[in-house]
């Protein structure tokens, strides 16, 4: 970074780039009571639910697809704390995020079909829209009844509405498109397909008449596509249904039907998915996997045998195992080391069997390497590395591309670091981002180049590390990026999350001047926006979320203090009247703390978290966070009980509260991250 982090500009004096909002001779410690505070809070705009500007949606931009885009491997899978930590709030989050009723399901589900649309199907839209789905499959259903008698009388093939044929191609494209919709019906609609198509066969089979009917048998594709809509449910018993639907199969001893490799590869999925729910899903997997080693050792037929891919859900389910649930409520067991493993036993497999295919590539090495990164504590990072030194190794020695470690595996395990807990975990990691360096400056390894997440992720490490200097380091780091953007490293040059992420290592040190120092690495990103109109350094929420956060956990004197919300209140008012975004309900909650930490307990902070609390509603923002700040502000029973509407010892609850009030909030940060990604979302 160019230029210098200071709280006082080139005279001495306090800068005043921030909002002043106190009226001339009012004592700090009424700063936020103050009349001026009070009618421009209140003047916000109060947006209601129904207008797209002022849904959560409205708050997004494309920043993070780049991050995305850089993960040249999907069995990484970092896990929330790619988002920066602003809340510094670890109560559990579980029954407040049971009660967001559809609206979260819905906004879910658009968010899974544009995630899901990246992949295969991003080049046909129809396949994105549920309700264009709906339509096709209901007009299909309808026409190929066994009440309509057009299908005794007109070929299968010159039958449709439209330009829809009535033929297996479209009863498969359907059961595709659903697969990868995300709605909740999606296997309920993928399961009517499939029974028509049945219904076909066993109409013929039963009259002993083929005739046309032989177009809408379902085959071992079609199966394995309605499967394949069940794991990608996620639900708690998928694995289960997935599996009856494969022991259906094998016991129509149709060689039509017949599972093969790719429906065994999607059953384990299926299991896999369901894992963070499903204790028991991790057995089955293996279950399933070391299955397909038995059908290959006993058939004269490659038709199913085990393969990386098929491995690689195992991993997966191992590294979301929670543990063995003990009758005393304690899990015992590590996921991690399962799903390691996995390794060996895929190891094994390939020397003795001779089947290259299921020997370990580098999907599974990143994927064991994740799963160590996201256990944490203990020795997990050290686990993590000695897998990387394995890779190194072995393509040290073969020469084989598929073991190659590459950016995402140094990322990965600079991921480890971070979160780590470890005293020098933050050393560790920039230790491992400097080997990247050489070996992609010597030529030993060129695809271990850094990119923005591997500096991203080093930046994380030393926001987390609690070390006494790290705004220092993180900063050093910062400037490091942009000295190697300058020089053609184009892939280097940071963003907002590298701004935000260094944002929050003021936050969570103990340094003074946390807010201003703060506020300025803010305005450094914004005036080089402005300057260039690159778009990774849009501010967005996540950025403004982290100056509050700054400020809430500033520490010093009154000064201090009042500078502190000063900041605050400039944020707050700055992001609702900006281009950039809109207040959430991260934001409410995070200035609900810093009033909460900065200003001693008086009716008239109590007054300032009404008002503030009033504005949120109206905004449909009132999450998890808001409603806990919001009790832990000390007000009393009935004073709360009149603003919220609940006592204030009961357990505060979503589902509590009119549906306007929470009506746009997007609880879970894999969810908000997504939502940068991917867009803004029809309201």
């Not at 060996?344 to 090495?365: C, H, Q, W």
């Amino acid at each position: 970074m160019s230029r210098h982090i200071s709280r006082r500009n080139s005279k001495g004096n306090r800068r005043r780039d921030v909002v002043n909002i106190t009226a001339a001779g009012f004592a700090a410690a009424a700063l936020i009571a103050s009349p001026l505070l009070l009618s421009a809070t209140i003047a916000f705009r109060p947006p209601a639910c129904h207008q797209a500007r002022h849904s959560p949606a409205s708050f997004s931009t494309p920043l993070f697809a780049t991050i995305e885009s850089q993960q040249e491997q999907t069995s990484i899978q970092f896990d929330d704390e790619d988002e920066v930590d602003i809340s510094e709030d670890k109560q559990p989050q579980e029954e407040l995020r049971a009660t967001t009723e559809e609206t979260q399901r819905e906004k879910k589900q658009r968010l899974f079909a544009k995630n899901n649309n990246n992949f295969r199907h991003n080049n046909n839209k129809a396949m994105a829209d549920p309700i264009f789905l709906q339509k096709r499959t209901e007009t299909l259903l309808r026409m190929t009844s066994p009440e309509n008698d057009i299908m005794d009388s007109v070929s299968l093939g010159n039958v449709g509405g439209g330009n829809m044929k009535v033929d297996k191609r479209t009863f498969d494209w359907l059961i595709d498109a659903w697969a990868y919709s995300g709605t909740d019906h999606a296997v309920e609609y993928a399961m009517r397909l499939l029974k028509r198509m049945e219904h076909f066969k066993d109409r013929a089979t039963m009259g002993g008449d083929e005739s046309d009917d032989y177009e809408l048998y379902p085959d071992v594709k079609t199966y394995t596509k309605v499967i394949n809509a069940i794991a990608n449910s996620g639900k708690e018993d998928a694995g289960e249904q997935a599996e009856a639907i494969l022991n259906r199969m094998i016991d129509m001893n149709d060689p039509l039907t017949m599972p093969n490799t790719y429906t065994y590869t999607n059953v384990i999925d299926a299991y896999a998915r369901s894992a963070p729910s499903n204790s028991n899903a991790p057995y089955s997997a293996q279950r399933l996997a070391e299955r397909m080693e038995e059908l290959r050792a006993t058939s004269s037929s490659d038709q199913v045998k085990p393969t990386a891919r098929a491995w690689n859900s195992v991993i997966g389910a191992w590294a979301d195992w929670q543990g063995e649930k003990m009758p005393w409520g304690e899990f015992v067991g590590s996921g991690a080391e399962r799903a390691e493993s996995c390794l060996d036993i895929m190891d094994e497999l390939a020397s003795v069997t001779g089947n290259k295919d299921v020997r370990p590539n580098s999907y599974n090495f990143n994927s064991v390497i994740s799963a160590w990164a996201n256990h944490g504590g203990g020795d997990a990072a050290f686990r993590a590395e000695k897998i990387l030194e394995r890779m190194e190794v072995l393509y040290r020695q073969t020469g084989d591309e598929d073991v190659k470690p590459r950016t995402v595996t140094y990322n990965a395990v600079i991921d480890a670091w971070a979160k780590s807990g470890e005293i020098d975990g933050a050393h560790r990691a920039e230790l491992l981002l400097g080997h990247m360096m050489e070996l992609f400056e010597t030529g030993h390894n060129v695809d271990a180049k850094p990119n923005v997440r591997s500096f991203n992720t080093v930046l994380n490490a030393w926001a987390k590390s609690g070390e006494f200097d790290a705004p220092v380091r993180a900063l050093k780091v910062l400037s490091r990026m942009e000295e190697l953007a300058k020089s053609g490293w184009d892939d280097v040059l940071p963003d907002a999350t590298s701004f935000a992420t260094v944002i929050n290592a003021y936050a969570r040190s103990q340094t003074f001047g946390k807010a201003d120092n703060a506020f300025e690495v803010y305005m450094y990103m914004k005036e080089i926006y402005d300057e260039t109109g690159n778009i990774k350094l849009r501010p967005n929420n996540i950025i403004y979320n982290s100056v509050l956060n700054a400020c809430a956990f500033t520490i010093g004197d009154f000064e201090e203090q009042s500078r502190a919300i000063e900041i605050a209140n400039s944020m707050l008012m700055g992001l609702d009247e900006s281009p950039y975004g809109r207040p959430d309900h991260i934001t409410y909650g995070t200035y609900l703390k810093v009033i909460a930490n900065q200003m001693e307990p008086s009716p008239a902070r109590n007054e300032v978290a009404a008002t503030v609390f009033q504005k949120c509603a109206r905004d449909g923002m009132v999450g998890g966070m808001v409603l806990r700040q919001l009790r832990e502000m000390g007000m009393a029973d009935e004073e709360y009980e009149e603003l919220v509407g609940i006592s204030i010892w009961k357990t505060p609850s979503l589902s509590d509260l009119p549906r306007s009030w929470t009506c746009n909030v997007i609880e879970g940060k894999k969810l908000r991250r997504r939502q940068f990604r991917l867009g803004e979302l029809d309201s």
